[in-house]
């Protein structure tokens, strides 16, 4: 029998996260380690604890809200997302999982359903990207991806240490451990889906099948810093210039080479001396590409290397290119997506089974323990933007789902998950 879940309770808590961070300038701005960050964690804790959820934080500053089991020897059936948002952001991307994840799990408490495995929400720490140049810190900290040790020296761009920003969240490097695959049976990660696929198909809710790969690129471009009066156009080495031919590129590559799904962007750009009358000696930006075909993503990237690096030869600039990110897409597992695709066929839903184009912590958790995740209609696709938008009654449908579905893992589990053959 289907479980009702509480909708106005998940409202409420989304209406109120969505208040911690609100920027005046437009949208949530609630990044790593920032005082809305410790906010929001502080507030998460209060509504595990109020659930009569046990409350951990591990070394790299994830939060756990745990519903014990009644079998101590059974793994733990771990659901949840990540509260930082992106400035300027939205009120569902990420905080919505979490708190699907908690209001499914606290219905099945207080349904007076006993659970065998003990079952968690998780909120990892830092999924965005953060002036420390770590996106999906917590999750890639937690399965082992980064090495705690390999972070001790790492600064933000303002010069803050890892460490301290990390043991402000309640975290410590020095205490990371990876994740141990045999005490988690599975992780399922609800989330908003981010594009506008399930929108125009009508439909609340989509099962994901595989999550795209990204590529960053650390680029700097070298000219000359002269006067913006008296450098005639024959002497300049503008770094600036040469950067808009370097953006343009990007698309001119994008629109004439590549077939599949694949997409190409430059969000931050830096100019100096970035004064009115200087001309500028210097550009470093990142620019970033995603597709789900790795080989596609690694052939793309170098291709826009060579095209720039011809191109900047003939302004006289130099480019230097640090790769920062090298992220392979990531297949979800297979019975676990067969099983949601089930579940979500229950509640009487068509699905649509449709890959990730936004990054996950589950892209992560999906290289050590089976994974999947659960997408909620997004209205236009907007995202990362203060207009992203769900509607209740979806994130309330998602809720129901995870729901049943944790009840009916928690009873055959073993039989959907044959360990590391589903991963
Ligand atoms: O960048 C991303 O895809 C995600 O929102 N972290
Ligand atoms: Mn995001
Ligand atoms: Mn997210």
Redesign the pocket.
């Known amino acids: 029998m289907t479980q009702a879940i509480n909708p106005e309770r998940l409202h409420q808590r989304l209406t109120y996260f969505s208040t911690i961070g609100a920027d005046p300038a437009g949208g949530i701005s609630r990044p790593f380690g920032s005082a809305a960050d410790l906010k929001a964690r502080q507030a998460l804790r209060q509504e595990f604890e109020a659930a009569s959820l046990t409350y951990r934080v591990d070394a790299a500053g994830n939060q756990w809200g745990i519903l014990p089991g009644t079998d101590p020897q059974s793994k733990l059936i771990v659901a949840g997302s990540h509260l930082d948002t992106?400035p300027h952001g939205g009120a569902y991307?990420g905080i919505g999982g979490i708190l699907i994840s908690l209001e499914a799990i606290q219905t099945l408490m207080q349904s007076g359903y006993r659970n065998r495995h003990p079952l968690a929400v998780v909120a990892f720490t830092g999924?965005?990207?953060n002036p420390f140049g770590l996106?999906?810190l917590g999750s890639r900290l937690y399965t082992g991806r980064l090495k705690a040790q390999d972070l001790l020296q790492t600064v933000s761009s303002s010069g803050e240490r890892l460490q301290d920003a990390l043991r402000r969240v309640g975290g410590d490097l020095t205490h990371c451990q990876a994740l141990d695959p045999t005490e988690v049976a599975l992780y399922i990660e609800p989330h908003v889906e981010q594009s506008g696929r399930l929108d125009e198909a009508d439909l609340p809710i989509g099962v994901v099948d595989c999550i795209t790969g990204?590529y960053r690129d650390h680029i700097t471009l070298i000219g000359e810093q002269n006067h913006a009066g008296t450098t005639p156009l024959g002497h300049r080495k503008d770094a600036l210039e040469a950067f808009a031919e370097a953006a343009l590129i990007v698309e001119e590559l994008l629109q004439e080479t590549w077939p599949e799904w694949m997409v190409g962007t430059i969000g931050q750009v830096s100019v100096y001396p970035n004064a009115i009358n200087i001309v500028p000696s210097r550009v470093d930006f990142i620019v970033e590409w995603r597709s789900t075909d790795q080989s596609q993503l690694h052939r793309c990237a170098e291709r826009y290397r060579d095209t720039i690096n011809s191109r900047m030869h003939t302004r006289h600039v130099t480019l230097s290119a640090t790769n920062v990110l090298d992220q392979a897409p990531q297949t979800l597992s297979v019975p676990l997506r067969q099983f949601l695709q089930q579940q979500v066929e229950q509640h009487q839903h068509t699905h649509l089974t449709l890959s990730s184009w936004?990054?996950?912590d589950a892209t992560h958790m999906a290289r050590v323990v089976p994974t999947g995740m659960l997408f909620i209609r997004s209205i236009g696709g907007k995202s990362?933007c203060p207009d992203e938008f769900s509607r209740s009654d979806d994130l309330a449908l998602a809720a129901s789902i995870l729901c049943d579905s944790l009840k009916q893992l928690d009873q055959v589990v073993e039989e959907v998950i044959s360990d590391a053959a589903s991963l």
């Open positions: 992106v991307d999924e965005e990207p996106s999906t990204i936004a990054g996950h990362h």
